[in-house]
C-alpha cells in the first residue's frame, strides 16, 4: 500500500561522472534522498540538486513516436553500428526538443559519459526506467534484444488501448448525449409535469353524481420519476469522470504508479497487463541467463528492468531464497504465479533455465495475445447492453409522466 501510495517528483541536478565530465539534467524520485541514491548508483559525484521548477508543455516521446525511436535503435545497434553513432542518425529524423536531447545524449556519450547516466540526464523525454532498462540491456550484454523486450510490451499496451477505445467509442458518446437530455428532464422537463398531476378538490356530492369511482392517486408519479432521473444522471457522470481521470493519472508519473492496485485486478484489461508484465520479467530474466550471469544478477536485472514494483518486490524475495540456500517456490509471492518459482528451481536444478525462462515468457506471451484478441468480442456487448440499460431508464423516467397524466384526464 505504500508503494502505491508513493508520489514521484522531478529534482534538477548538476554532477560530476568520475572522469571529471559535468553533467545537468532531471531524474524522477520519491524524494530528494531517492534521487540523490540512484545518481549515486550511476558513479555520479553530485555537486547540486533541487526540485525541479514545474515544466511547461513541452514535447516527449511517447506512444508511437517512442515505439519507432525504440525499434529503430534497436535495429542500428542490432547490426553493429555505436550507440552513439545510433541516436546520431535518429536524430536526424527527429524535430524539435527531442532532436536536441538525442543529440545531447550522443554528445555525452561520446565525452565518455555512462549510457544510464546520459539517458537519466533526459528523464522527461523517455518513459520511466528507460534509463535503467539501458542499463540492464548493457549488464546482459544483448542490448537489441532487451529494447526489443520493451517494444513488445508498449505494442502490447497500444494494440490494448485501441481495442478498448474502439469498443468505448460509441457507448461513451451515447452516455455523454444521455447525461445531457437527463439533465435536461430533470431540472426542467418533470417540474412542468408537477400541476397536471395534482387532482384538484371536488364537493363530495360531485363524485356521487357523476363517478363510480375516485380519481387515481399520482402522488408517487413526481418522486420516482425525480429518483430515477437522479440516479441515472449520477451514474453516467461517475462512468464518463472515471474515465476523464483514467486519462488524465495516465499522463502523470504519480498516476502510472497507480495502474497496478487500481487495473490489475479489473477483470478483463487486468489479465492482459498481468500476463504481458509476466512475459517481459521472464524474457528479461531469460538474457540475464544467457549473458553468464548468475540467478541472483540476473533476478536482480529483470526486477529492474520492468516497471512495476510488485514484481522489483518479488524480484528481491526470489534474491534472498537463492542466498539463504532455500527453495523459490516456498515463499509466496505478491504478482508472480507459484507456477513461475517452481518453474526456476526446476530449471536450477536441472541446469536449464534458459529453457525455463524462455518456456514461461513464451507462454504468458501466448496468454496474453489470446485474452486481447477475445477483449473486443467480450467488451464490446457488455458497454452496449450497459448503453441500451441506461437508454430505457431514460425512457421511463420521460414516458412515466405522460402515462400518468393521460391516465388522470382519461379517468
Known amino acids: 500500500m505504500a508503494e502505491a501510495s508513493a508520489r514521484n517528483e522531478t529534482f534538477a541536478y548538476q554532477a560530476q561522472t568520475a572522469g571529471g565530465q559535468s553533467l545537468s539534467g532531471t531524474i524522477d524520485a520519491d524524494d530528494i534522498t531517492s534521487a540523490s541514491r540512484q545518481l549515486q548508483s550511476l558513479q555520479l559525484r553530485i555537486t547540486g540538486i533541487a526540485p525541479a521548477q ?32 545510433s541516436l546520431r542518425l535518429l536524430a536526424l529524423e527527429m524535430r524539435g526538443r527531442p532532436a536536441r536531447a538525442v543529440n545531447e545524449i550522443a554528445a555525452g556519450l561520446e565525452k565518455g559519459t555512462p549510457l544510464e547516466a546520459a539517458f537519466a540526464g533526459h528523464a522527461a523525454l523517455f518513459p520511466p526506467l528507460y534509463g535503467l532498462l539501458i542499463k540492464a540491456g548493457i549488464e546482459s550484454n544483448n542490448l537489441p534484444a532487451m529494447l526489443l523486450n520493451l517494444g513488445r510490451h508498449v505494442e502490447m499496451i497500444q494494440r490494448l488501448r485501441a481495442a478498448i477505445w474502439r469498443a468505448a467509442t460509441y457507448p461513451l458518446s451515447v452516455l455523454a448525449a444521455l447525461l445531457i437530455v437527463m439533465t435536461f428532464v430533470w431540472t426542467y422537463l418533470i417540474p412542468q409535469f408537477k400541476p397536471l398531476t395534482t387532482v384538484p378538490e371536488v364537493p363530495y356530492y360531485y363524485y356521487r353524481a357523476t363517478l363510480t369511482t375516485s380519481p387515481p392517486s399520482l402522488d408517487w408519479v413526481i418522486p420516482v420519476t425525480s429518483t430515477l432521473s437522479f440516479a441515472l444522471i449520477s451514474f453516467v457522470a461517475c462512468i464518463l469522470l472515471a474515465v476523464l481521470l483514467l486519462l488524465i493519472l495516465a499522463r502523470l508519473p504519480a498516476g502510472r504508479r497507480l495502474v497496478e492496485p487500481l487495473v490489475l485486478p479489473l477483470p478483463l484489461i487486468g489479465p492482459i497487463l498481468r500476463w504481458n508484465l509476466l512475459a517481459r520479467w521472464c524474457d528479461a530474466l531469460r538474457l540475464g541467463v544467457e549473458a553468464g550471469l548468475d540467478l541472483p544478477a540476473a533476478l536482480s536485472l529483470a526486477g529492474n528492468a520492468i516497471d512495476s514494483p510488485r514484481l522489483r518486490a518479488d524480484s528481491k524475495l526470489l534474491m534472498d531464497s537463492v542466498a539463504g540456500g532455500q527453495p523459490m517456490d516456498l515463499r509466496p509471492t505478491r ?54 440499460t441506461c437508454v430505457a431508464l431514460a425512457v421511463v423516467a420521460v414516458v412515466l409522466p405522460l402515462f400518468a397524466v393521460l391516465r388522470l384526464l382519461t379517468h
Open 54 to 85: 514545474p515544466p511547461t508543455a513541452r514535447a516527449t516521446l511517447r506512444g508511437a513516436d517512442f515505439l519507432a525511436f525504440n525499434q529503430q535503435l534497436a535495429q542500428l545497434t542490432a547490426g553493429g553500428l555505436p550507440i552513439e553513432r
Open 335 to 388: 504478482l508472480l504465479p507459484p507456477l513461475v518459482p517452481a518453474a526456476l528451481q526446476l530449471g536450477a536444478e536441472q541446469n536449464d533455465l534458459t529453457a525455463a525462462t524462455a518456456m514461461l515468457a513464451r507462454m504468458y506471451q501466448e496468454q496474453a495475445e489470446i485474452r486481447l484478441s477475445v477483449l473486443p468480442q467480450v467488451l464490446s456487448p457488455l458497454l452496449l447492453m450497459l448503453t441500451a
